[in-house]
């Protein structure tokens, strides 16, 4: 355990994205950073909330084909921590 560092998955909408000035995020669609589709929400792996926002203004999200499609292609990589929604926002 000492080398890994615990990632929860986080989800944005849109209209979150937007309020944040999140590069161009409408109410309606913000862009993936992987395929490019404008789509209703992003989805990154991050430790906190506040580091998956920073995530996203940084790098972009991912929409949840392409975050799917990572955890598919990294899974030796990545060990993906499942944490109940009580315990995660
Ligand atoms: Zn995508």
Redesign the pocket.
């Known amino acids: 355990m000492a080398n890994k560092i615990q990632l929860k998955m986080f989800r944005f909408t849109a209209e979150e994205l937007e309020k944040h000035d999140i590069g161009d995020a409408t109410f309606d669609g913000v862009k ?6 404008r ?1 209703s929400r992003l989805f990154v792996l991050a430790r906190t909330r506040e580091e998956a926002l920073e995530t996203i203004k940084e790098y972009g999200g ?6 799917a499609d990572m955890l598919v292609e990294d899974a030796d990589k990545h060990e993906i921590y499942y944490i109940p929604k009580e315990e995660s926002q």
């Open positions: 993936c950073g992987c395929c490019n589709w789509v991912l929409c949840g084909e392409c975050m």
